[in-house]
Nanobody, 124 residues
Framework: QGHFVESGGGLVQPGGSLRLSCETS????????IGWFRQAPGKEREGVLC????????YYSDSVKGRFTISRDNDKNTAYLQMNSLKPEDAAVYYC?????????????????WGRGTQVTVSS
């Protein structure tokens, strides 16, 4: 089974940046997609971005286009979420995960492995 550990969250002012990391183990990282998701209080978890096994990026949320990017380092079994120009509405617990349904970035309901998340707070 896969193991995921998110880190890099914290408190940032509006307009600031954060880089989240998703360290993984227990599976062959390079074969799998990695998705980033977020959940704000009182809201459902929503997809943010995904990177496929072939390094193709898919945006699940239009609200982050032009501000967030995703990358992966297969040698370190780690994926990253670079978040720039952060807004208060970006505040949430951010999770990374994957799916056993293939390396492409498919629908959100295909994801079946998750980390515990890292808190991102955007406030002045």
């Amino acid at each position: 089974q896969g193991h995921f550990v998110e880190s890099g969250g914290g408190l940032v002012q509006p307009g600031g940046s954060l880089r989240l990391s998703c360290e993984t183990s227990g599976f062959i990282f390079e074969y799998y997609r990695i998705g980033w998701f977020r959940q704000a209080p009182g809201k459902e978890r929503e997809g943010v971005l995904c990177i496929s096994s072939s390094n193709t990026t898919t945006y699940y949320s239009d609200s982050v286009k032009g501000r967030f990017t995703i990358s992966r380092d297969n040698d370190k079994n780690t994926a990253y979420l670079q978040m720039n120009s952060l807004k208060p509405e970006d505040a949430a617990v951010y999770y990374c995960g994957t799916s056993t349904r293939g390396g492409h970035c498919g629908p959100l309901d295909e994801y079946n492995y998750w980390g515990r998340g890292t808190q991102v707070t955007v406030s002045s």
